[in-house]
């Protein structure tokens, strides 16, 4: 699946005029925590979010600098803009995170990790066409997960998907022994280490079918060499 598939298209979004005022309350509204800034041709130029506002004299809250840094000049008249100013353009960050509409999913998911990220905007020409966010890939997994309870395979098959799925994996259990019924998986098998136990047992409760599973695996003690 790509950014296309899963992107919202009707994007929420304000303009660099807009008053911070009147974006706290289109936030609100829309219970969203930021909202893409576009210009008057449609071109995205920032992104304002929930942060950028955490900073107001209105709220109580502008950080407070000690003493000497004033006196060495560290309290920046950038952050006194950001903080008071009641424009859009002002307040809004401008180095901007965003993916084509092709990008495929798990290359969003590493723009959301290594940038500390909630949404990623969806661009194409430079002019905002959707955006990503990490409530989005929230609605996959509960859409998935609710399909496989709607249709569950039969014992037989389920016993052949896991078998299939734990040979793939390097951490596969020797002496393996499946047992199925009613969805519930019994497992059986020595394995190597604690860590390759978990990974066997996640593996076989991703397995489409698959209500519990029963670990009876066994980790293989370790071998003492002889002198």
Request: no cysteine.
């Amino acid at each position: 699946m790509k950014a296309s598939d899963i992107m919202v298209r009707k994007v929420v979004t304000v303009g660099p005029e807009d008053s911070i005022r009147d974006v706290a309350s289109i936030l609100l509204k829309n219970h969203i925590s930021g909202a893409p800034v576009v210009d008057q041709r449609g071109r995205l130029i920032g992104i304002v979010s929930e942060g950028d506002l955490l900073r107001r004299p209105e709220a109580g809250t502008l950080r407070k600098h000690s003493w000497l840094a004033q006196l060495r000049g560290k309290v920046l008249a950038a952050e006194y803009v950001k903080s008071h100013s009641h424009k859009v353009s002002d307040v809004m960050t401008r180095q901007l995170i965003t993916a084509a509409p092709d990008t495929p999913l798990d290359q969003i998911v590493e723009l959301f990790e290594k940038n500390g990220i909630k949404r990623v905007p969806i661009t194409k020409a430079g002019k905002l066409i959707g955006i990503v966010s990490r409530a989005n890939f929230l609605k996959i997994l509960v859409k998935r997960a609710s399909k496989g309870v709607r249709a569950r395979p039969r014992d037989v098959e389920i016993r052949k998907r896991v078998i299939a799925s734990l040979n793939n994996e390097s951490w596969r259990p020797s002496m393996l022994d499946v047992r199925v019924r009613g969805g519930v998986v019994d497992l059986w098998g020595l394995i190597n280490s604690e860590d390759d136990r978990k990974a066997a047992v996640i593996t076989v409760e991703r397995t489409a079918g698959v209500k519990f599973v029963k670990d009876n695996l066994m980790i293989t003690p370790p071998v003492t060499a002889l002198i």
